[in-house]
């Protein structure tokens, strides 16, 4: 359900949903801790009301960050040959987008972003450069189903080998291709977007460019 407040609402959610979970962190009065267990049923409620989605569901998984309240690390990889950049088909929504995910604890973000290239586009490659910095919220419009605030961290790639793109590997993609620019195909947008690419295609002319950041 998407209106022209949704990703205000979407924002205001988020930031109620780190101000509870921040209180419980460091709260010591039961009230206290009382009223932000109720701050963050609402953010649930908040989400669940702009994304159709069930409250308690959302709750649940807020339920389970603990600690001070940051954002997430997203890893991207781009790999360009030809002046083509490989994409790999989203298993979840059937869009296209960079290899990447969620970096884990204790990877150094290029070592994530290579492992993700790895498993989602079966190959071996390296990152040669920090390209960006994105905030999510601010580029791709994330979904309000997502009660997180997410950076996007985007590396140039190269080829460590001379294998042939394989999907799939991690079960998550289902197909890869190499694209030109002006013929993309319909994009995950909340992953990667046309604009994200053509300043991909900047860096990986010219590694000298600075990187982008917000």
């Known amino acids: 359900m998407g209106t022209p407040l949704t990703p205000t609402l979407h924002r205001m959610a988020i930031e109620l949903a780190a101000m509870a979970q921040n209180g419980l962190t460091y709260g010591t009065d039961h009230y206290d801790l009382d009223r932000y267990t109720r701050i963050r ?10 994304s159709d ?13 603990a600690g001070h309240a940051t954002p997430k690390v997203d890893v991207r990889g781009a790999l360009f040959e030809d002046d083509r950049v490989l994409l790999v088909r989203e298993a979840r929504d059937g869009r296209w987008t960079l290899p990447g995910g969620w970096a884990d604890a204790l990877d150094r973000p290029a070592r994530a972003a290579e492992r993700e290239f790895a498993e989602e586009a079966g190959l071996a490659v390296r990152a040669v450069k ?6 999510g919220s ?64 900047v860096h990986a002319r010219d590694r000298s460019v600075p990187a982008d950041f917000d």
């Open 41 to 50: 049923a609402l953010a649930a409620e908040l989400m669940g009301l702009i």
């Open 138 to 201: 601010a580029h791709n419009g994330h979904s309000p189903v997502a009660p997180w605030h997410v950076y996007k961290l985007f590396f140039v790639m190269e080829r460590l080998d001379d294998g042939v793109p394989t999907a799939g590997l991690d079960g998550e993609t289902s197909d890869v291709e190499f694209f030109a620019l002006d013929a993309l195909p319909p994009l995950s947008t909340a992953r990667t977007t046309a604009e994200q690419l053509e300043r991909m295609r």
């Open 53 to 65: 989605g069930a409250p308690a569901e959302v709750e649940a998984v807020l339920a389970l960050e």
């Open 130 to 135: 920090l390209a960006a910095v994105h905030d």
